[in-house]
């Protein structure tokens, strides 16, 4: 079957106009947030999941690779498609399904957009916890195929925490549901398996998700400190006094510089790094947290401990946070950005050794993270339009995974692998262990329908990758 | 295994692969049998390879293992046709990493859940899980049976701090999932298939965890009510409050006289565990009010804790011819099920215990004669309670008379896809080897 009979079938399924098949419409869904592209050959807008499962018999049959798409936020490639592969577009299944207050649970198509879910049941004073930055776009389709988290997973967890149940397509077209409204079940904890397996295992159709009770009080801190190094201790110190922040952002001085001139925050501008802390739960827990809080930055050298006095200033604290991203737009023609994991007392070290990448490479990284989970995000500024800064944004980039990975870390806090770190999976994992979860994927997409090329290296590229990688991403790519 | 000659070759096979004193032949095991079902040999192998290799060698001949800990949970399960080899992970107790700064820890499956909570608490930290018979239940066995205690409540369960964790599939492949930090979504998520599997798809050799603040003082609030009802609306009003208890827990009147700390009484309670500092606790007495019968603090909550932790093992002390069936439900139907469970027990002349974790949808029924009961009452029993089972409820029956095993299947109503999960056991574990027959296929 060519492309073009497989559209036709498309809009015989979801309907004439639920289909996009010319250039000029297919430019569009070639990227993500990332920084690589790929066209597909044509997207569709299913509406329920009959039609998902339609088009899963349909593109097995050919075979032709699928992805699915939601609000393509996403940092790692995720959501591209393979070039000419169908695209399925989440975004008019954006129902939220039910709000079941009683047994705080809702369910929701994989369109909605995080933060309308937690807008849409706030009046009953419940929200939706996970809370990536990207959540006035992003979908909670993607939240799942992804596992997001975002600042407040230091206490609430990334989004496989927040999810009870999963209706799934497999790539069969077969619909099968995982799990439902208990909080844990008997058998294989499949939803759990599912969360996170980056649209390779079967797209989620309706998502059941825990909804919490929003906290009687939260307290937000600036703890502003002359150095980088100072404000890492003090995340350290945090945890050994045995409290635990409902987020702990550190911005360094250059990003909270940069984000200043873009939103007007509140962020001093001669700091060489600050802390953003907040504490909720009950009153009484969240003043004392406070306190102890501002007395170990004080003790840790900080120069001045802030107190968000208002709602409007809390909002505007974190919206500098939230917004950091676009203003980088402002002084950069290109980013990219990372998201490893050390051992939390690993913070200062990884942070110098960031220092040193830079110096390196010659480039700007300005450091944006979730310090209390040392889960970084290293912004390595570049022009796209210089290959060789490219090649070198990316060096950097994967410097930094290596060292992260040698502190005893991760390649991923919250991103994703997808495209992007495929291949330090390896470095990572050794070949058993991805041939264990690879052998899972090919029981349920044996024939790599559903979002190939993705997550998982090839066994070839592990072999080919001895010692440092030597930038795989781009030998990948042919960039 | 067909003929003695057989045996002594597979012994001396086991032998080479552990070393002489790590392995043990039936007819000494007979103590250690699976619901009367004697394993051939024990082995306690020294080392993950070692795993792999017996793990390698049970493929190679067909032979079934089952994986131990600190048999606090063997007793549960569907009837195994075959038992051959009895996997011990107790040697596995290597420290993989600790530092309390980062407030994780790596450890291995058969340190057991005391030793690995005295070795935190020396940081001020805490290993959240609070199953029954710490000092015998392993951290293997505590992930391959997804137990959970009171501390559920408040700190999620194993799925929610569980980071990383390193194992041998069925088919003998050594292998990892997640890391040591706390964070991390490079790969698929092997500690959610593994929690909670039994022992089917793999041996878990080690595991990493999130560790918690310890808290500086936690006071327990006991509230008396009438009937379940009152009970279950009190539940309602905390789960809506601002309070944030590390434990709400559920206990029937019956169930009072099987729990040291509680004692004997005709009311339905709910104890409600605190933590935090005097103004935080007397926030709680006065968002309470007057539905606190008593307060418990010090040695005597201590106890009252662990009893609640062990309430499965008194139960089976004391009334060794129970049912003990254990339910995870969504929270809005508890009360209909404690309604149900009622009915069933009284129409079946059983005497009712329960106790549950019931802000977050965990009963635990047990249910005896008063004196001999018939094979059929128990059997009778467990299916009118399956049928009556709320939508997404899933229940096991983890104890009965020996012989009403043969009887009752102990997994019931399972929500998620059972071809998937076969799927999943068929990667893992092709050939079967694994706890063959006790669980869900």
Known sequence: MNLPEVVGHLRKIAGHDAVLDRPEDLMLYEYDAGIRKSTPGAVVFPQTTEQVSQIMRLASSVPIPVVARGAATGLSGGAISQPGGIVIATSRMNHILEVDVENQRAVVQPGVVNLQLSEHVSHLGLYFAPDPSSQKACTIGGNVAENSGGPHTLMYGVTVNHVTGVEVVLPSGEIVHFGGKAAESYGYDMTGFFVGSEGTVGIATAITVKLLRKPEKVATLLGIFESVDDAAQTVSAITAAGITPAALEMLDGWTLRTIEAYCHAGYPLDAGAVLLIELDGLREAVEEQAEAVRVVCLEEKAREVRRAKTEEERALLWKGRKTAFGALGRVSPSYYTQDGVVPRSKIPAVLRHIGNVSKKYDLIIGNIFHAGDGNLHPLILFDIRFPDQLERALAASTEILEWCIAAGGSITGEHGVGMEKRDLMCVLFTEQDLDVMTSLRNAFNGDDVLNPKKLFPTPRMCREITGPAQNPVLVQEGM | ?441
């Not at chain 2, 390879?49 to 549960?76: I, K, Y």
């Not at chain 2, 959240?128 to 049976?145: I, Q």
């Open chain 2, 1 to 441: 295994m067909s003929t003695a000659s057989t045996a002594t070759r597979f012994a001396s096979e086991l032998r080479a692969i552990c070393g002489a004193e790590y392995l043990v032949e039936d007819p000494e095991l007979r103590p250690r049998d699976i619901l009367g079902v004697v394993p051939a040999f024990a082995v306690t192998p020294g080392s993950p390879d070692e795993v792999v290799a017996v793990l390698r060698f049970a493929n190679e001949h067909g032979l079934v293992v089952v994986p131990a800990g600190g048999f606090t949970q063997q007793h549960s399960g569907d009837l195994p046709p075959q038992v051959d080899v009895l996997l011990y992970t107790t040697r596995l107790t290597e420290v993989e990493h600790y530092d309390s700064g980062d407030l994780t820890i790596g450890i291995g499956a058969g340190c057991t859940v005391a030793q690995l909570s005295s070795k935190v608490a020396a940081h001020n930290l805490f290993f959240a899980a609070d199953p029954a018979l710490p000092e015998r239940c392993t951290v293997g066995g505590l992930l391959a049976t997804g137990l959970y205690g009171p501390h559920r409540h408040g700190y999620g369960g194993l799925r929610d701090y569980c980071i990383g964790v390193r194992f041998v599939t069925g088919d003998a492949r050594k292998a990892k999932g997640g890391g040591r930090v706390v964070k991390n979504v490079a790969g698929y998520d092997m500690m959610k298939l593994l929690i909670g599997s039994w022992g089917t798809l793999g041996v878990i050799t080690s595991a990493s965890f999130k560790l918690f603040p310890a808290p500086r003082q936690t006071r327990t609030f006991v509230s008396e009510f009438a009937s379940a009802a009152e009970a279950i609306g009190f539940r309602n009003r905390v789960v809506h409050s601002p309070l944030d208890p590390v434990c709400l827990e559920l206990v029937s009147p019956e169930a009072r006289g099987l729990t040291p700390g509680l004692g004997p009484g005709s009311s339905w309670s709910i104890c409600l565990r605190a933590a935090g500092s005097d103004t935080v606790l007397a926030r709680y007495r006065s968002e309470l009010g007057t539905t606190v019968a008593r307060e418990i603090e010090g040695e005597n909550e201590h106890v009252l804790w662990q009893a609640l932790s062990d309430f499965s093992h008194i139960v089976y002390e004391r009334h060794p011819r129970s049912l003990l069936i254990s339910m995870t439900l969504p929270l809005g139907d508890v009360q209909a099920l404690l309604d149900e469970l009622a009915m069933v027990a009284q129409s079946h002349n059983l005497t009712l215990a329960t106790v549950g974790r019931v802000g977050v949808g965990h009963l635990l029924a047990a249910m005896w004669p008063a004196a001999q009961a018939e094979v059929a009452n128990y059997v009778d029993t467990v299916s009118t309670l399956r049928n009556r089972l709320p939508r997404d409820a899933s229940m096991a029956v983890l104890h009965c008379p020996a012989e009403a095993r043969q009887g009752i299947k102990t997994w019931a109503s399972i929500p998620s896809h059972l071809e998937s999960m076969r799927l999943v056991k068929n990667v893992l574990d092709a050939k079967d080897i694994l706890n063959r027959g006790r669980f869900l296929f």
